[in-house]
């Protein structure tokens, strides 16, 4: 089966070497034929410096690539999604449509899947999520990820074809559970650096983490998602990475607040979109989730790292 990435950024870069070292037929696409011409001449992505590309990997900018692959990986931001698929329903026609990005769309308030199946209703919708950083991908170091679509038989399919020496993929029916695992972890992960950057210390962000993870639990199983997928790889394993290290945008988005610094901007940070989402279907479910909306009224300007903390630690004390 041929396969076209859908986006040139360091995840998808990384996800087209990886199987492009498997003896995959694989196509990196990218926005433009100067950012593909960049790559090809340097024969690395200087997103990712220092992971070559293997010979194999092909780099373009054509869309007709998608109109002749058969599995499409969208290594595009949440929030752009929709327009990239209704901007080229035509050539994903048919195609297994594997979202690898993390969020939650702040029009629908729904995930990638449910974007997928509505823009482009003829094809195979499914989610690539679970504790992964580009680098440690593109250097072929090992991972283990969740591959979610609601048909067992296409995910069998996708299991086996995506799965590598170093990249292990495990199957699920449940795309709801995952894609708001990989979303909501990622609103815990700017809290947790802004508790570090901040110098509340790692007890902090422990205690963070906990009480951020039961808000994930207890939104995606309003949302019907079930319980042990957020205990899996898409839900407790990528709140593990993210909120414990700087190769995580969002925890050093966090961490850049914390400290009392200007984030950067040129870096996509999924987790500021989906805190205002969750904020939104929190209202909408009448559910109390205080650490999602502490991180949301944070990036938004509304609350001071010192404001929140104190808001947090005079809540009413209550049975865990």
Same mark, same amino acid.
């Given at each position: 089966?041929?396969?076209?990435?859908?986006?040139? !950024?360091?995840?998808?870069?990384?996800?087209?070497?990886?199987?492009?070292?498997?003896?995959?037929?694989?196509?990196?696409? /990218?926005?433009?034929?100067?950012?593909?011409?960049?790559?090809?001449?340097?024969?690395?992505?200087?997103?990712?410096? !220092?992971?070559?590309?293997?010979?194999?990997? +092909?780099?373009?900018? $054509?869309?007709?690539?998608?109109?002749?692959?058969?599995?499409?990986?969208?290594?595009?931001?949440?929030?752009?999604?929709?327009?990239?698929?209704?901007?080229?329903?035509?050539?994903?026609?048919? +195609?297994? *449509?594997?979202?690898?990005?993390?969020?939650?769309?702040?029009?629908? *308030?729904?995930?990638?899947?449910?974007?997928?199946?509505?823009?482009?209703?003829?094809?195979?919708?499914?989610?690539?999520?679970?504790?992964?950083?580009?680098?440690?991908?593109?250097?072929?170091?090992?991972? /283990?990820?969740?591959?979610?679509?609601?048909?067992?038989?296409?995910?069998?399919?996708?299991?086996?074809?995506?799965?590598?020496?170093?990249?292990?993929?495990?199957?699920?029916? $449940?795309?709801?559970?995952?894609?708001?695992?990989?979303?909501?972890?990622?609103?815990?992960?700017?809290?947790?650096?802004?508790?570090? =950057?901040?110098?509340? =210390?790692?007890?902090?962000?422990?205690?963070?983490?906990?009480?951020?993870? =039961?808000?994930?639990?207890?939104?995606?199983? #309003?949302?019907? /998602?079930?319980?042990?997928? *957020?205990?899996?790889?898409?839900?407790?394993?990528? *709140? @593990?990475?993210?909120?414990?290290?700087?190769?995580?945008?969002?925890?050093?988005?966090?961490?850049?607040?914390?400290?009392?610094?200007?984030?950067?901007?040129? +870096?996509?940070?999924?987790?500021?979109?989906?805190?205002?989402?969750?904020?939104?279907?929190?209202?909408?479910?009448?559910?109390?989730?205080? #650490?999602?909306?502490?991180?949301?009224?944070?990036?938004?300007?509304?609350?001071?790292?010192?404001? @929140?903390?104190? /808001?947090?630690?005079?809540?009413?004390?209550?049975?865990?």
């Amino acid at each position: 089966m041929k396969i076209a990435v859908a986006g040139a !950024g360091a995840f998808g870069t990384a996800l087209a070497i990886s199987l492009a070292d498997a003896d995959r037929d694989v196509t990196l696409v /990218a926005r433009s034929q100067a950012a593909a011409d960049t790559i090809k001449i340097g024969q690395e992505n200087p997103k990712l410096s !220092g992971c070559p590309l293997p010979n194999s990997l +092909k780099v373009c900018s $054509d869309i007709a690539r998608y109109e002749a692959a058969d599995v499409i990986l969208l290594a595009v931001p949440t929030q752009k999604l929709r327009t990239f698929l209704s901007d080229h329903s035509s050539a994903l026609s048919g +195609k297994y *449509l594997v979202a690898c990005c993390k969020g939650i769309g702040l029009k629908t *308030l729904t995930g990638p899947t449910s974007i997928i199946a509505e823009c482009v209703p003829d094809s195979t919708p499914a989610i690539l999520t679970g504790p992964s950083f580009a680098f440690d991908i593109a250097r072929g170091l090992p991972t /283990a990820l969740t591959l979610a679509t609601s048909k067992g038989q296409d995910g069998e399919v996708l299991q086996n074809l995506l799965s590598t020496r170093a990249l292990r993929v495990y199957r699920s029916e $449940d795309t709801i559970g995952a894609e708001l695992g990989g979303a909501l972890k990622n609103v815990i992960a700017i809290g947790a650096g802004i508790a570090i =950057g901040n110098g509340l =210390g790692d007890s902090a962000r422990s205690a963070l983490m906990t009480r951020g993870f =039961g808000e994930m639990r207890q939104l995606a199983e #309003v949302l019907g /998602a079930k319980p042990e997928t *957020l205990n899996g790889l898409s839900g407790f394993g990528d *709140l @593990a990475l993210t909120c414990t290290s700087e190769l995580s945008r969002n925890f050093c988005h966090g961490l850049a607040i914390g400290r009392g610094q200007d984030p950067d901007a040129k +870096k996509t940070v999924e987790g500021i979109s989906t805190a205002q989402a969750v904020v939104s279907l929190a209202t909408k479910h009448d559910l109390d989730l205080p #650490v999602c909306s502490v991180v949301d009224a944070i990036c938004s300007g509304k609350l001071t790292p010192k404001e @929140a903390l104190t /808001a947090l630690l005079s809540r009413p004390l209550k049975e865990e």
